[in-house]
């Protein structure tokens, strides 16, 4: 157990709706991060916030969102719902600001778009 | 653009050493990175190379060559449990990870 928390575990919706997936960060961990995986394309970050300012974007779509809030926990938010966007998605969090740290993994929310 | 290249199988016997090697192009690069998936999980730290040469965790080593941009990790001892995927990762201003590498260890 990483000690980082995600809900849903599973997610099963339509083309054209909206998700709000939520993270947790292990106690005292002020960096979250987002990833995708995917069969075909791996394992994707996606964005990083740090103690609420976001940090660095990889290939996030313009339909999907992020926050952090004050106590620390983060959502994203994946609208317009494409049969494509069915994967794990995946957050992390670290200590400390930086990739050089260690990243924790949450157990996942399996989306799958009908 | 920013690629990180590794084995897609590797198959090895119990108590036998492997290698998993990682070729990276990256910009911004500070670091080489490895974690652990088992199926249907999620993916688990085992180490981080800032520096060139060979950082040692237990049964596990992670050797990074910046000259080479050239990265592995080492397995030794096998065992069972550590059939998994394994990825490198870059540490640039985000985390880009590998292709993946499938190791199966048979008794």
């Known amino acids: 157990d990483s000690g980082v928390t995600q809900t849903p575990k599973h997610l099963i919706t339509a083309t054209g709706q909206r998700v709000t997936l939520r993270c947790s960060p292990r106690?005292?961990?002020?960096?979250v991060y987002w990833y995708q995986q995917s069969l075909d394309q791996g394992l994707q970050f996606l964005i990083h916030?740090?103690?609420?300012?976001?940090?660095a974007k990889g290939n996030i779509l313009e339909r999907f969102s992020a926050q952090q809030f004050p106590d620390l926990h983060s959502e994203l938010n994946l609208s317009s719902l494409e049969l494509g966007d069915s994967a794990l998605y995946f957050c992390?969090?670290?200590?400390?600001?930086?990739?050089?740290?260690?990243?924790?993994f949450g157990p996942g929310t399996r989306l799958l778009v009908l | 653009g920013q690629s990180l290249e590794q084995p897609s199988e590797v198959t090895a016997v119990e108590g036998a050493i492997v290698q998993i090697n990682c070729t990276y192009q990256?910009?911004?690069?500070?670091?080489l990175s490895w974690y652990q998936q088992h199926d249907g999980g999620a993916p688990t730290f085992l180490s981080y190379?800032?520096?060139?040469g060979l950082e040692e965790t237990g049964r596990f080593s992670s050797f990074l060559s910046r000259s080479d941009s050239y990265g592995y990790l080492l397995l030794q001892e096998l065992q069972m449990k550590d059939s998994a995927s394994y990825f490198c990762?870059?540490?640039?201003?985000?985390?880009?990870f590998g292709t993946g590498t499938r190791l199966q260890v048979f008794p």
């Open positions: 106690s005292g961990d002020l960096s």
């Open positions: 992390a969090s670290s200590a400390r600001d930086g990739t050089g740290w260690a990243q924790y």
């Open positions: 990762a870059a540490n640039t201003d985000k985390l880009i």
């Open positions: 990256t910009s911004g690069f500070y670091g």
């Open positions: 916030y740090y103690n609420g300012e976001e940090r």
């Open positions: 190379n800032a520096l060139d």
